[in-house]
């Protein structure tokens, strides 16, 4: 079979499994929220509430019926890509709660993940070009460090330092009451406010995102940092590596413009498995530091028992990290001609 055919069957066995993993997601969620204990009827009326009103309220949500019934009904409704209506937000679209909070979960992953490209990028370059010496062992540390530490433990600290004590930061809120915030389709403040051209508002969405995107970010560059360092130790270790240093070319230049490039291959594989941690850190980020996110309305209504709502938001996430990751190892087959399918 030629590469060609071979990388077109590939590409159509990822599309047809995307669904099977799409389905899968949404049945685990749907399953996993009724096996939690807490009634969402409770939740809104009251413990002490009388039995007919929670009766009468169980039957308007649809809680008295089977559970196969109740599975049915979801699945037929994401089928016409309705995720239904809060229960705690006075029947509030789910749609519309992710419109609402969802760009503000956007501008803390992209940033983000840039902290934690450029800092995994450059930690683990510097270690692996200097293998063997204090700064290959401060990699290694930094990386196992970084992957291990709590995110929520890390924000804590942080904030406690740099926005409590040293008042460098301002502390939980995405941007300051006694200034308008920036207005525009996308929702992300700082695209906004570069779009219309007004950087007061630019400079002040950066400085409100730069607290939580940093301990982000940088517990995230640990797994970067890794696979950068094993990878161009590896690459450093090649043929025509040795023969360009032969030729008298700088180290320097090797490294950056030689090996980095083949090192960076399997970042690229680790982008898409880190946008599913990225988006787990995204939740402990905006609940430690009061982001206005969608993670953070997760965690409210994961408490509300708000089952329309949690189990829009997990397929949203879910549907997020089946493209990407789809997306991911597409672009890794085409650009790497060592992949076998």
Do not use: C
């Not at 590409?11 to 099977?20: D, M, N, Q």
């Not at 904030?159 to 040293?166: E, G, T």
């Not at 950068?228 to 950056?256: H, S």
């Amino acid at each position: 079979m030629s590469r060609a055919k071979a990388l077109q069957y590939y590409v159509l066995t990822r599309l047809l499994l995307a669904p099977l993993m799409l389905w899968t997601i949404t049945t685990l969620v749907f399953l996993l929220l009724r096996a939690t204990p807490g009634d969402p009827v409770d939740a809104i009326l009251g413990g002490r509430a009388p039995d007919e009103e929670k009766n009468k309220l169980r039957q308007q949500l649809g809680l008295s019926d089977p559970l196969w019934l109740q599975y049915l009904r979801y699945l037929g409704s994401l089928l016409h890509f309705d995720l239904g209506s809060s229960i705690s937000s006075q029947g509030q679209k789910v749609w519309e709660i992710i419109q609402l909070h969802f760009p503000a979960t956007m501008e803390l992953a992209v940033f983000g993940i840039i902290v934690a490209f450029l800092v995994g990028v450059s930690i683990g370059t510097l270690a692996a070009s200097r293998s063997g010496t204090v700064f290959d062992i401060g990699g290694r540390l930094f990386g196992i460090i970084t992957y291990s530490l709590p995110l929520f433990w890390v924000g804590m600290i942080l904030q406690l330092i740099f926005a409590v004590q040293l008042n460098w930061f301002p502390l939980g809120t995405r941007f300051p009451i006694s200034i308008p915030a920036p207005v525009g389709f996308t929702g992300l403040y700082t695209l906004d406010s570069l779009l219309s051209g007004n950087l007061n508002q630019f400079f002040t969405a950066l400085y409100y995102l730069a607290l939580p995107s940093i301990t982000l970010g940088v517990l995230l560059s640990g797994i970067f940092e890794r696979i950068v360092r094993v990878n161009l130790k590896q690459t450093l270790k090649a043929d025509y590596v040795e023969a360009a240093r032969a030729r008298g070319i700088p180290e320097a230049r090797i490294v950056v413009a030689h090996a980095l490039k083949n090192a960076m291959i399997p970042v690229i594989t680790v982008l898409g498995l880190t946008l599913a941690s990225l988006l787990g850190g995204a939740v402990l980020t905006e609940v430690t530091f009061s982001w206005p996110g969608l993670g953070n309305r997760l965690y409210a209504a994961i408490s509300e028992r708000d089952y329309p709502t949690v189990q829009g938001i997990m397929v949203f996430f879910g549907s997020i990290v089946v493209v990407a990751s789809m997306a991911i190892d597409i672009i890794n087959a085409l650009i790497d001609p060592r992949i076998r399918y």
